[in-house]
């Protein structure tokens, strides 16, 4: 079935460093990808998402990069400040069917 | 324009009780989808559902659990019977279902406790 595979599980950072997640998805027919931040206790929010017809999007401090071809993509923090510091989750959606959500990514940001 | 909206927030059932958790889509959005997330874990899909119509029920046990989206009123998922393996957050997201990659909204989630 369709998957998503997401690196690293937890990511320690400095502050003011960058941070990069990636992942991979399985079914060729995906088209759009979210990416989600989730602190703790609180509902998942959307940060930034790209469809398939775009190889990069950006957005202050937070860029995506789609390679459709490799089948992966990846969310860029710069200038990573505590605030950051949350679970990261990519998704990888297909027309007509379910979105695929990747395991989270644990971004710790150190001041 | 309020958001997605879920109640209860917190609900604590014991075993063999039932549960059930609703959800209202933000204003204009057709397509609702429930997950579960364990403690740690992630979004695990459960339903994705339109108005009186499920889309895709494929991450639903076939047993215990039920969903519905009816013309008027909310979302609703239903567990009978429920286990201690059933606590967990549930989340529903609504988008607008132009097209099923639209952009999915989270509501806040219903932490569900069995004792």
């Known amino acids: 079935g369709e998957n998503v595979e997401q690196h690293p599980s937890t990511l320690s950072v400095q502050e003011g460093d960058s941070a990069v997640i990636k992942c991979t998805y399985s079914?060729?027919?995906?088209?759009?990808f979210p990416w989600y931040k989730q602190e703790l206790g609180k509902r998942p929010q959307l940060i930034i998402d790209?469809?398939?017809?775009?190889g990069e999007k950006k957005d202050q401090r937070i860029a995506v990069t789609l390679n459709k071809t490799a089948k992966h993509f990846s969310l860029h923090i710069t200038e990573t400040q505590p605030e950051d510091s949350a679970v990261y989750f990519c998704?990888?959606?297909?027309?007509?069917?379910?979105?695929?959500f990747g395991a989270g990514t644990r971004l710790f940001v150190k001041a | 324009n309020a958001g997605v909206m879920q109640n209860p927030r917190h609900l604590v059932r014991r075993r063999g009780q039932e549960a059930r958790l609703r959800c209202s889509p933000m204003?204009?959005?057709?397509?609702v989808y429930w997950y579960r997330q364990l403690p740690e874990e992630g979004l695990k899909f459960m339903v994705y559902?339109?108005?009186?119509?499920?889309?895709?029920e494929s991450g639903m046990p076939k047993e215990r659990f039920s969903a519905e989206f009816p013309k008027e009123g909310p979302s609703i998922l239903r567990i009978q019977q429920v286990v201690r393996g059933d606590s967990a957050a549930y989340f529903c997201?609504?988008?607008?279902?132009?097209?099923?990659?639209?952009?999915?909204?989270f509501g806040p989630g219903t932490r569900l406790t069995v004792l």
């Open positions: 997201a609504s988008s607008r279902g132009q097209v099923s990659t639209d952009t999915q909204y």
């Open positions: 079914d060729s027919a995906s088209n759009y």
């Open positions: 790209i469809r398939s017809n775009v």
């Open positions: 998704a990888a959606s297909t027309e007509g069917f379910k979105t695929i």
């Open positions: 204003k204009g959005h057709s397509h």
């Open positions: 559902l339109q108005k009186e119509n499920i889309i895709d």
